[in-house]
C-alpha cells in the first residue's frame, strides 16, 4: 500500500471516529458546550473533544483500534491515549496553557481554567472490542474512564443530559477511589444498568470488598414495563432541549440563559415540558384573552411561562415577561433565580421565542414595594391558583388483564 494513502486512510478513519462521537455528544450536552479539536496557541490539537459546561470540563481522546490476534488492542496504542488525555489536563489546569474554544454557536472566548471544579477525562476506542476492557485507568495519578463503541452510544443515548451523564461519572470515581476489587461481566452497560436499577447509586456495594456485576443486567433492564414506561414518558421531555437550542434566537445572553435551561436532568425536563405544554394548550384554547402566564417555583430557581401575541420586536411581550419574572422572583423569595420563556399564545408550527434570566441573591424592602406596586398596577399574580403535581421517574404500569 503507498504510504501516504496509510496515512490518509488513518487520518479520515480518525476523523470518522472524532465525528462519531461528536454527534452523540452533541445531542446529550447539547452543541453550545462541545468543542471539537481545541487548539493550543502552537496549533496543536489539545484533546479530539472538549465538553465545557458551568464547572464541568470533560476531555475526550478517540481512537479507532484494530484487535492483535490475542483479542487484545496493543497495550501502546491504548496507553498513548491515557497519555494524551493526563497531558492534555496537564496543560490547561497545571501549566495554564490559554486556549480559544470556539463552535458554530458560540463566539471566540478564551477557556477560563479558573471555573472548573470537576474534570473528567475519557478515553473512547472505537472499532472490534476487547472481550474484557477496564472500565477506568489511571495513568499519572488521573483516573480514565475507559468506554468502547457500543457503550458510548449506550451511555450518549441513555444519560442524555450534562446533569445525567456527569452524575454518573462522579459516582463511578466514588466506587473505584473505594479500591474495591470490581470485575464486570459483559460491558459497562451492565454496570450503569445496576446504577438505574438501585436509585442511581453503588450503595449496595459498600460492606463488599471484591464485586462482580453479571452481565445480562442491561438486557434485564431494558425489558422491564416500568423502564419502557419511562422512555415513553420522557418523550415529551425533549421539547425541552428544543428550547435549549432556541435559546440564541430570544436573548442577548443567551448562553447564560441556555445554561440555566439545560442544567436539568431529563427527569426534570420532562416535568417543565409538561407543564409548559399544559399552558401551552390552555392559552391556546383561551379566546377570552390576549396572553397567559404561569409560574411554577421550583429548586432554587422559579420559571415563569408567557403566551401572548406580540408583533416584532415584541417590546410588549418581552416587558411583561421581565415583570413576571420580578414578581416571581419577590413571590418565592427562597429562590434567588427566575427564568422566563414567552412564546405566542396559538400552537403553530413556526414560533418566536423571548427569555429572560434574573439571578438576584438579595430581595430588599425596595425590591418589595416595588414588585407590591407593580402587582398594584398589573394585577399579574395577585391571588394565583396554586396546583400541586407529582410525577414518577418510572410510571407505575398496570397488569394486562384478560377479557372475558
Not at 275 to 280: K, N, Q, R, S, W
Not at 286 to 303: A, N, Q, S, V
Not at 377 to 400: A, L, M
Amino acid at each position: 500500500m503507498d504510504q501516504s494513502f496509510s496515512k490518509n486512510y488513518f487520518t479520515l478513519k480518525g476523523k470518522n471516529a472524532e465525528e462519531f462521537v461528536h454527534e452523540l455528544a452533541a445531542k446529550t450536552f447539547l452543541i453550545d458546550w462541545c468543542f471539537l479539536n481545541p487548539k493550543l496557541p502552537n496549533g496543536k490539537e489539545l484533546c479530539d473533544l472538549l465538553v465545557v459546561f458551568d464547572d464541568v470540563v470533560i476531555i475526550w481522546q478517540i481512537k479507532d483500534l484494530k484487535l492483535g490476534k490475542k483479542g487484545q488492542y496493543k497495550k501502546a496504542e491504548v496507553e498513548k491515549n491515557l497519555r494524551q488525555l493526563s497531558g492534555a489536563k496537564r496543560q490547561l489546569f497545571n501549566l495554564k496553557i490559554p486556549i480559544e474554544l470556539e463552535n458554530v454557536r458560540r463566539r471566540k472566548e478564551q477557556f477560563d481554567f479558573s471555573q472548573i471544579k470537576h474534570i473528567f477525562l475519557l478515553s473512547v476506542l472505537l472499532g472490534k472490542e476487547e472481550e474484557y476492557l477496564s472500565p477506568v485507568e489511571e495513568i499519572s495519578n488521573c483516573k480514565v474512564h475507559v468506554f468502547t463503541r457500543t457503550f458510548t452510544q449506550i451511555i450518549l443515548n441513555e444519560l442524555d443530559t450534562i446533569s445525567d451523564f456527569v452524575d454518573y461519572l462522579k459516582t463511578k470515581e466514588r466506587l473505584i477511589n473505594t479500591n474495591k476489587s470490581l470485575v464486570v461481566l459483559g460491558g459497562e452497560e451492565e454496570l450503569l444498568a445496576f446504577y438505574l436499577m438501585n436509585d442511581r447509586n453503588f450503595e449496595r456495594f459498600n460492606k463488599a470488598d471484591h464485586i462482580v456485576v453479571e452481565g445480562g443486567l442491561w438486557k434485564d433492564l431494558q425489558n422491564k414495563p416500568e423502564y419502557k414506561a419511562k422512555k415513553k414518558a420522557d418523550e415529551i421531555s425533549y421539547g425541552w432541549d428544543s428550547i435549549i437550542n432556541r435559546a440564541h434566537e430570544g436573548s442577548e445572553e443567551y448562553e447564560r440563559v441556555a445554561r440555566e435551561l439545560a442544567r436539568s436532568n431529563r427527569f426534570q425536563r420532562r416535568y417543565l415540558s409538561k407543564t409548559f405544554f399544559d399552558a401551552h394548550v390552555k392559552a391556546h384554547n383561551d379566546d377570552k384573552h390576549d396572553l397567559f402566564r404561569r409560574i411554577m417555583p421550583g429548586e432554587g430557581i422559579t420559571y415563569c411561562f408567557l403566551f401572548q401575541d406580540d408583533l416584532e420586536p415584541r417590546e410588549k411581550r418581552k416587558m411583561m415577561l421581565q415583570a413576571i419574572c420580578f414578581i416571581g422572583r419577590g413571590k418565592w423569595q427562597q429562590n434567588k433565580k427566575v427564568l422566563g420563556i414567552a412564546t405566542e399564545m396559538k400552537i403553530r408550527l413556526t414560533c418566536s421565542y423571548d427569555f429572560c434570566f434574573m439571578h438576584m441573591p438579595n430581595w430588599t424592602e425596595e425590591n418589595q414595594k416595588k414588585m407590591e406596586q407593580l402587582q398594584k398596577d398589573s394585577g399579574i399574580f395577585v391571588n394565583p391558583i396554586v396546583i400541586h403535581g407529582h410525577e414518577d421517574e418510572y410510571p407505575k404500569t398496570q397488569p394486562r388483564t384478560k377479557a372475558s
